[in-house]
């Protein structure tokens, strides 16, 4: 056996449980590993002097220890960590990607809109960690229960279109009874546009017109939301 390689195997034997997360999850259960322990999981292994938890440390570390900052790096943000090459980069990425699928793993599952917060918790699955704006609609029915969440445009940073046309064509389509509209602000700004207010009104006026209200048009923000409607300007 190489000098290096027994040196490896005699560092991972003096281990301690906290940087043997595979066993400290089997023991204790998920909810008693940090953040770092179950990232450690996920990459398998280290450098040749860091455990796969020295690793993980480090890359919490970069984002202050934040996992929501997490999932807005990129491959090429992760790579710049010591010990993660492009393959564990893609397996952290994955792994943020199916937790925030996680609340809409039913599709079949009713989801009955009372008030602005169902609509944020809605579309958490969809807007969170966006750096860029893109604008949705949720299609209901006359139970207010949500019968598609559709994608109608994709923006920059600070603004995206949206066509009012294909937003009646798909609510008509569907045979939607209302339209909920959501546009995402990945600055953070809560206050809404002059162009969000413009284009607000004319949505809720063509909607008027063909007998398909707009109930709401949320902006959503990773720390929170403005509601149109609960601040009475819909």
Do not use: C
């Not at 949705?136 to 598609?148: C, F, Q, S």
């Not at 949505?203 to 409607?229: C, N």
Request: hydrophobic share 40%; charged share 25%; no cysteine.
């Amino acid at each position: 056996m190489p000098e290096h390689s027994y040196h490896i195997s005699r560092r991972i034997l003096s281990w301690s449980e906290e940087d043997r997360p595979r066993e400290k999850l089997e023991n204790k259960g998920r909810t008693a590993l940090s953040d770092a322990e179950l990232i450690a999981i996920l990459i398998g292994s280290g450098t040749l002097d860091l455990s796969a938890v020295d690793v993980a440390k480090g890359i919490m570390s970069s984002v202050g220890n934040n996992i929501n900052e997490l999932a807005k790096l990129n491959i090429s943000d992760l790579t710049k960590n010591r010990g993660i090459g492009k393959a564990k980069a893609i397996t952290i990425i994955a792994a943020l990607e199916l937790g925030r699928r996680r609340t809409d793993i039913s599709p079949t599952r009713k989801r009955k809109i009372t008030r602005s917060l169902d609509v944020y918790e809605e579309m958490k699955a969809y807007l969170l960690d966006k750096p860029h704006e893109e604008f949705w609609i949720l299609l209901l029915n006359r139970a207010n229960d949500v019968m598609r969440t559709l994608l109608i445009s994709v923006g920059g940073v600070s603004g995206t279109a949206a066509d009012i046309k294909m937003i009646f064509k798909l609510a008509v389509e569907h045979l939607a009874s209302a339209i909920i509209l959501v546009h995402n602000h990945p600055s953070g700004q809560l206050i809404p546009s002059h162009a969000d207010k413009q284009l607000t009104r004319q949505i809720k006026e063509a909607g008027l017109l063909l007998d398909l209200p707009v109930l709401d048009h949320v902006i959503f923000t990773d720390d929170g939301y403005y509601s149109f409607r609960d601040s009475g300007n819909i």
